[in-house]
């Protein structure tokens, strides 16, 4: 089952450096985590990533840039409801863009602590902490990812160890081959995409920000607590 990696910036994931390829078909690094180990395919930053901090390319290995990530994540339902940090994105490029069956995330887990490191090169600006109306419930978020890679038949899993924000089902480097999507409730999955789709809060260019103003939070909330509902209860309670 071919298994993509993807590489966040916690202050653990530099535990990432010693683990064998095996069993990751793909490496999806984020911002600067490429730096954790060097054979990552990809490395994918938005349009203000330093360019000092981008590095070179080695044989087979790509950037990735909002040309390529905002077309995959509108494709998916856009960022105002998928989540506008780059570990949402990383994992939707990668569920449009990749054959996988699974998809692992760790150092992805949105945990930042009050004080030392809160990235494994030290202090950073943490997405999630900012103000923004698509970061209102980041456990929602993760739950609508879990549940539309559900639907395309690939399984979402956390390497991670600790506290997180992502209701993602933990794994271990042996067993993340073998992971399956998890069952989930097609009737509220149902009801937060019409509920999106009748919003229409699509921002075709990506940058959602420019146009906050008329994102309605309250209605962002009720999709949030449908697809909460989608991946937190048993599907076969609708039967």
């Given at each position: 089952?071919?298994?993509?990696?993807?590489?966040?910036?916690?202050?653990?994931?530099?535990?990432?450096?010693?683990?064998?390829?095996?069993?990751?078909d793909?490496?999806l690094?984020?911002?600067?985590?490429?730096?954790?180990?060097?054979?990552?395919?990809?490395?994918?930053?938005?349009?203000?990533?330093?360019?000092?901090?981008?590095?070179?390319?080695?044989?087979?290995?790509?950037?990735?840039?909002?040309?390529?990530?905002v077309?995959?994540q509108?494709?998916?339902g856009g960022?105002?409801y998928?989540g506008?940090?780059?570990?949402?994105?990383?994992?939707?490029y990668a569920?449009?863009?990749?054959?996988?069956t699974v998809?692992?995330?760790f150092?992805?887990d949105?945990?930042?602590?009050r004080?030392?490191?809160?990235?494994?090169?030290?202090?950073g600006?943490?997405?999630?902490?900012?103000?923004?109306?698509t970061l209102?419930?980041l456990?929602a978020?993760?739950?609508?990812?879990?549940v539309?890679?559900a639907?395309?038949?690939v399984a979402?899993?956390?390497?991670?160890?600790?506290?997180?924000?992502?209701?993602?089902?933990r794994?271990?480097?042996?067993s993340?081959a073998?992971?399956?999507?998890?069952?989930?409730?097609?009737?509220?999955?149902?009801a937060?995409?019409a509920?999106?789709?009748?919003l229409g809060?699509?921002?075709?260019?990506?940058?959602?920000?420019e146009?906050?103003?008329?994102?309605?939070p309250?209605?962002?909330?009720?999709?949030?607590?449908?697809?909460l509902?989608?991946?937190?209860?048993?599907?076969?309670?609708?039967?």
């Open positions: 089952m071919p298994v993509t990696l993807i590489l966040g910036s916690a202050p653990m994931a530099t535990v990432a450096r010693d683990w064998p390829r095996m069993p990751f793909r490496v690094a984020i911002n600067n985590a490429h730096a954790i180990r060097p054979d990552w395919d990809e490395l994918i930053y938005p349009h203000d990533f330093p360019v000092d901090r981008i590095p070179a390319l080695r044989p087979g290995q790509h950037h990735v840039t909002e040309t390529e990530f077309p995959a509108n494709a998916l960022f105002v998928a506008g940090t780059m570990a949402f994105t990383a994992a939707y569920l449009f863009s990749h054959q996988s998809i692992a995330v150092g992805c949105m945990v930042y602590p004080h030392g490191k809160t990235h494994f090169y030290g202090q600006t943490a997405d999630p902490l900012r103000a923004d109306v209102r419930s456990e978020k993760s739950a609508r990812l879990l539309i890679a639907m395309r038949g979402m899993v956390n390497l991670s160890a600790g506290p997180s924000r992502l209701i993602f089902p794994a271990s480097q042996g993340v073998k992971a399956r999507p998890l069952p989930f409730c097609p009737d509220f999955a149902a937060a995409l509920a999106e789709t009748a809060y699509v921002v075709p260019s990506g940058r959602y920000w146009e906050a103003e008329r994102f309605d309250a209605e962002l909330d009720r999709i949030d607590a449908l697809w509902a989608s991946a937190t209860v048993p599907w076969q309670q609708t039967a």
